[in-house]
């Protein structure tokens, strides 16, 4: 349920109101807008009676929420969530650029990648440590000796780092390193890594499953929410279908769509939502022009040798392309890069 208060109500108004819900066992989400006040209040599991509110001084209207995600949900929180992360702002009039490898393999490939994707233009450092692989077989990342090599990137360049972490024992380890936390998409519903990065002081980017539909993301994302961290960035990075010529299918309906429920910033990676390099800028401009805050994209300095997702990795020159092309995209959309 979310009480909306008047237009000028006072702070004791909302203070009643405030007092009224923990009395009752609930929990309170204030949100404190220009125009108005919204009082969220998360449910003890017991219905709520609105009408008690309406006829509270100040109130203007007591609406029931009916959908399970709350925190996460426009309901709650009108206004776009904007945040900064280490000198740059998501969710703002600004788009984010996060660029870089696929997965860090050592201090020449990675130091090259972060230099070529700065010199484009990019905002966030993206690198894998930990790589989630299909095959026990496959180059399984460099763990903490990749996370040593980020955090050289981010001092040789000044842009903060983004690497994904897969276990709840790895939060503290990871955290140490990044800037921003990502939850891959094979671990979208791996709730006690959800709960530990919720209880981390660092952003979270959140990769929507390749099975799961759009509730079960804002879902995910409210398992973060819930746990006290309110940095969380939803990730489109495509779902699977029965088409094989793509690696997965880029829903770029979700963006729009995402926006429309959740206040929440929205990424789009174009690499993983498509496989193919030659897919990666049609689709990045596509995800500007229909609304995301950011993007994220491979690009490894020599695709053909890459460790792991080299076709689907951008070289250096077809990047800083790509950027040209997405400054005016973002512009007729009424945006910067
Ligand atoms: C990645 O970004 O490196 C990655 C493994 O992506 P996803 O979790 O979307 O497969
Ligand atoms: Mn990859």
Redesign the pocket.
């Given at each position: 349920m979310i009480i909306i208060m008047k237009h000028g109500a006072t702070r004791g108004e909302i203070d009643n109101i405030v007092a009224r819900v923990e009395q009752m066992g609930c929990q309170v989400h204030l949100s404190e807008g220009e125009e108005r006040t919204i009082v969220g209040i998360i449910g003890n599991g017991r219905p709520i009676d609105g009408e008690q509110f309406s006829r509270m001084s100040g109130v203007e209207r007591a609406v029931p929420v009916l959908r399970p995600f709350k925190l996460a949900s426009r309901d709650f929180h009108p206004q776009d969530s904007v945040f900064p992360i280490n000198g740059v702002s998501i969710g703002g009039q600004q788009i984010i650029m996060m660029a870089g490898p696929?997965?860090v393999e050592s201090r020449e490939q990675l130091m090259s990648a972060a230099h070529s994707v700065k010199e484009a233009g990019a905002h966030v450092i993206?690198g894998?440590a930990f790589?989630?692989r299909t095959s026990p077989y496959s180059f399984q990342g460099l763990g903490h000796e990749g996370l040593k090599l980020l955090a050289e990137a981010r001092q040789a360049t000044g842009l903060p780092v983004i690497t994904?972490v897969m276990a709840p024992e790895q939060v503290p380890l990871v955290t140490t390193y990044a800037d921003i936390l990502?939850v891959?998409?094979?671990?979208m519903q791996n709730y006690a890594l959800l709960h530990a990065v919720g209880e981390s002081q660092r952003p979270v980017m959140l990769?929507?499953g390749?099975m799961s539909t759009i509730e079960e993301l804002l879902m995910s994302a409210e398992y973060i929410l819930s746990h006290g961290n309110n940095r969380v960035i939803l990730?489109e990075?495509?779902i699977r279908t029965f088409e094989p010529y793509t690696r997965n299918t880029l829903d770029l309906s979700a963006v729009p769509l995402l926006k429309q429920l959740s206040h929440l910033p929205v990424v789009v990676?174009p690499?993983?939502g498509t496989g193919r390099w030659e897919l990666v800028a049609p689709m990045a401009m596509a995800a500007v022009a229909a609304g995301a805050d950011g993007l994220?994209i491979?690009v490894h300095p020599s695709p053909e040798t890459a460790m792991?997702?080299g076709a689907q990795s951008l070289k250096p020159a077809r990047f800083a392309e790509l950027m040209v092309s997405l400054r005016s995209i973002a512009k007729a959309v009424g945006r910067t890069i």
């Open positions: 696929c997965a993206r894998g790589k989630p994904e990502q891959g998409a094979r671990s990769k929507r390749m990730c990075r495509g990676d690499s993983h994220i491979e792991s997702d």
